[in-house]
């Protein structure tokens, strides 16, 4: 079973900024928290991953409160182009990654 | 770095036949793992290889599912038999073990329909 729950579904119009967030309440000491982004008939892609606080790339940022039950996956400023389904899984690496059935994001224009 | 390769992209097989998959991984990385994907779901693991070595399956793994790795570089999976709802996207990735800190590269998939 996968550790996280998100939701099943979002919609956003084009130039918003999304946040989708995550609950792992049960995260382990060792366990970062990692998402990715899918397009249909491609593998997943690793998009941002973090410990604590918060962590910020070309492409998103991911909010991780103290108690790290919860993280926030932040996209600035969304286009079409980001339609695609996002996963958000916690892991040491010393276990396979576990998927959930992800967050599948609608940008509308 | 050419990222990960699964060859091939799709296969279209009738039930009761065997087919087998290559996936090469990005070529430092000493991981490499089998996921399986259906429409609407998320990736379900299958197996996962720390080089050679095969480290874990899945219990929902199949006799009729066998993966090798040898030498650490190509891994195959191979299904024999194969039913109906072996249909699915049978996808790759590959990973440089760290210290609490894995990303995994996917590769396309292969795409497999059981007719």
């Known amino acids: 079973l996968a550790k996280t729950t998100q939701p099943i579904s979002m919609d956003s119009y084009e130039g918003q900024e999304v946040n989708i967030t995550c609950s792992h309440n049960?995260?382990?000491?060792?366990?970062?928290i990692t998402w990715y982004q899918q397009f249909p008939s491609q593998g997943p892609r690793f998009i941002i991953q973090?410990?604590?606080t918060k962590v910020t790339n070309e492409v998103a940022s991911l909010f991780i409160p103290a108690d790290r039950k919860s993280s926030t996956l932040s996209l600035p400023r969304v286009s079409l182009s980001d339609t695609a389904v996002y996963y958000c899984?916690?892991?040491?690496?010393?276990?396979?990654?576990?998927f959930g059935k992800g967050t599948r994001l609608s940008v509308i224009a | 770095d050419t990222g990960v390769s699964q060859n091939p992209r799709h296969k279209i097989t009738k039930r009761g036949q065997n087919v087998t998959f290559r996936c090469d991984p990005i070529?430092?990385?000493?991981?490499l793992y089998w996921y399986r994907q259906t429409l609407g779901q998320g990736p379900e693991f299958l197996t996962y290889?720390?080089?050679?070595?095969?480290?874990?399956k899945s219990r929902l793994l199949s006799d009729r599912f066998s993966a090798e790795r040898p030498k650490g570089s190509f891994s195959t999976l191979e299904i024999q038999r194969t039913e109906q709802g072996d249909s699915a996207m049978y996808l790759c990735?590959?990973?440089?073990?760290?210290?609490?800190?894995?990303?995994?590269?996917f590769g396309s998939g292969t795409q497999l329909s059981v007719l």
């Open positions: 290889f720390q080089n050679e070595a095969q480290l874990e």
């Open positions: 990735a590959s990973s440089l073990t760290r210290v609490n800190d894995e990303k995994l590269f």
């Open positions: 049960n995260i382990a000491t060792n366990d970062y």
């Open positions: 070529s430092e990385h000493n991981r």
């Open positions: 899984l916690v892991g040491a690496g010393n276990t396979p990654l576990v």
């Open positions: 973090g410990y604590k």
